[in-house]
């Protein structure tokens, strides 16, 4: 590359300083917000009172991400690029802000902030400031799917976008903070995962300022000769603009866009000309420019300028020191805001015309909003694919490995709007049928034996959990569908992810321009009854407690007792929108309850009576038994046949929960039972004994309130694990059916005298199946193959 040659030609003189004038204008708007309560146009000397009281933003990103937006728009122009921008430095919100509204998208979506001064007045009022909007790139922000308050996830929720999207591409800023994140160190490897044939592009930009906000930051200390090989050991061409020239900068950045661009095009013309698709090389640039750029030099005798002192607010004592608010002053006035904006407070003509116009703009680009371009999936009859259950507990079979199937067939009748994600964890969570029609997604090099790879798979798998919940975050957010498969134990691994996205979902309901986007569905598998082989490490059913932290409005919480409910839950997940669903479901083989009209109706229900295991038709039961979860449904159902056994006249009733938001109020939650209806189903004065699948401490949390709450007895899991058997797991936590059994006869009144000898029998039985796992080393065949048994009604034989 003859690099002076491309640097000249990239940019006329006229082109240079029309684009610096944008960026100077978009830096005069991003200071404005931080410092600035009245006077926006500096008409008048500034004053104290024309000062925020909190001084809240982070300048020292801010230039350059003004910078790289400038130049995007320049491009996007010159070729008619449909593209977006994910701000990895997120908190740089003012300038992304000060981009909106300088090319009218946010005078579009908030019509009482126009292009004028009254319209500027308000735009840097409302930064930071109580009643106006937060100081990072959020949902409010036209043209954002990434906030980046938490860092990390840039990369992954641009490659997200980018899938299945070809004619896209995403930039993606990428601070150097950020980067020594390890979600986005693991990030790299995405374009592993992009096939140039079907999918966009991603142009990853790595801003180095330098800084973090006390300490030099790694990528950017590190000699240039090793980030280069670790960008192109990364699978990228890397290209350097480095400097503190303005114009300098601006013509070196405009040649390495053009190049970057125009290899993109080509790696696209080559994959899509019915060539071989691999791995190719893509281009991604690395920017090095003084944090704080353009602004303060020194302050109190400081080095501020391209230190780590620019971070946030370079002059925090404006209000109070003469000499900070002359240095503000100073530093508006060097944008020459008078040769920006017109006398009415637009900016003028020149800077009008160098954005892109309409959908072009990436502040409204239609996949930005990810709710306008959704499309309903083409889902197949779920009913189909059910397992036939002529009693209860009949068939024996694995609940996702009946939901496989669908899967398969969703993923064929939408082969460009719905992937299924996981950690390595596809096959394992028996939803192997998928590849009986697609591949797992890789562009990397293949050999002999391997299983199911394929540049078109649909299936994305990849050891990082952090980067299966960022590409489906992206690739929701843009208007797409698909569901995560993991570990339960594991899953943890994105609980921040997973705050950041419900926040995102909590706060979108309330922007009226924001379109509802497809739900993030989670599918729980290999869950912590079932973890007996690979032990305590695998053992943890605690992500519904995170999940349940949210707001009501976002979370949805479902546990399917079998396969044919499963169906009908996954069937109900995908076609809701703008909710978290989390569906925990077990891969093992075990009994199915219900029919496929009745698992409908369950699901529906989200809890009901099954008077199939009960004996308390049409009057007061002695005891309700209550389960949530395949594995306590099964140990109810075990110890409702003992109950019915040796205490025939026991009047018992079993309640089955799926939808485990039904257990709140109706108050604190949309799917809430009243008052009435939860005594209705488990009485307001009966013992209740409740066998759930995780800790039982979030039952009590979610039924507080009900009446019969003192009543209330919980069985779950309480930390206790090992390597073992399936039911001698249960046993360590007391959720056995044995255990169930004493549980009853302890808390129904005036049943333990006469029941003593059966809770001496549940104790030896116990002792029983422990000492037989321990001598053969798996379950008692009395314990592990026990069916439930249809009890005969005498006047129906």
Known sequence: MDTALDVQRALTDDELRRLDAYWRAANYLTVGQIYLLGNPLLREPLTPDDIKPRLLGHWGTSPGLN???????????????????????????????????????????????????????????????????????????????????????????????????????????????????????????????????????????????????????????????????????SGYQPYVVAGDDPAVVHRTLAATMDRALDEIAEIQRRARSGGVVDRPRWPMIILRTPKGWTGPNEVDGLQVEGTYRAHQVPLSGVRDNPAHLAELERWLRSYQPEELFDATGAPVDELRTLPPRGDRRMSANPVTNGGVVLRDLALPDFRDYGVDVPEPGQPMAGATGVLGPWIRDVISANPETFRLFGPDEVASNRLGAAFEVTGRAWVAATVAGDDHLSP??????????????????????????????????????????????????????????????????????????????????????????????????????????????????????????????????????????????????????????????SNDGGIEPDVVLACCGDVPTLETLAAVELLRQHLPDLRVRLVNVVDLMRLQTDTEHPHGLTDNEFDTIFTEDRPIIFAYHGYPWLIHRLTYRRNNHDNLHVRGYKEEGTTTTPFDMVMLNDLDRFHLVIDVIDRVPGLGARAAHLRQRMVDARQAARDYTRRYGEDDPEVAEWRWVRETDPTNP
């Open 67 to 233: 910078l790289i937006y400038a130049h995007l728009n320049r491009v996007i122009v010159a070729r008619d690029l449909n593209a977006m921008l994910v701000t990895g430095p997120g908190h740089g919100g003012p300038a992304i802000v000060a981009n909106t509204w300088l090319e009218g998208t946010w005078s579009e979506r908030y019509h009482d902030v126009a292009r004028d001064e009254a319209g500027m007045s308000k735009l840097f009022r409302q930064f930071s400031f109580p009643g106006g909007i937060p100081s990072h790139v959020a949902a409010d922000v036209p043209g954002s799917i990434h906030e980046g308050g938490e860092l990390g996830y840039a990369l992954s929720h641009a490659y997200g976008a980018a899938f299945d999207h070809p004619d896209l591409v995403v930039a993606c800023v990428v601070g150097d903070g950020e980067a020594e994140t390890g979600p986005l160190a693991g990030s790299w490897l995405s374009d592993v995962f992009l096939n140039p044939a079907r999918d966009g592009a991603v142009l990853p930009i790595l801003h180095l300022n330098g800084y973090k906000i006390a300490n030099p930051t790694v990528l950017a200390r590190i000699p240039e000769a090793d980030l280069l090989d670790l960008m192109r050991g």
């Open 456 to 613: 078109d798979g649909r299936v994305m798998e990849v050891l990082s959990e952090h980067l299966c919940q960022g590409w489906l975050e992206g690739y929701l957010l843009t208007g797409r569908h698909g569901i995560f498969t993991s570990y339960e134990a594991f899953i943890h691994i994105v609980d921040s992810m997973l705050n950041q996205h419900a926040k995102w979902l909590k706060v979108t309901r309330a922007i009226p321009w924001r379109q509802p986007i497809a739900s993030l569905n989670y599918l729980l598998s290999s869950h912590v009854w079932r973890q007996d082989h690979n032990g305590f490490s695998h053992q943890d059913p605690g992500f519904i407690d995170h999940v349940v932290n949210k707001k009501a409005e976002v979370v949805r919480v479902y546990l399917p007792p079998d396969a044919n409910t499963l169906l009908a839950t996954m069937d109900h997940c995908l076609r809701s929108r703008h909710y978290i669903n989390v569906v925990v479901a077990g891969k093992q083989p075990a009994p199915n309850w219900l029919t496929m009209t009745e698992a409908i109706q369950h699901t529906r229900r989200g809890l009901g009576i099954w008077e199939w295991a």
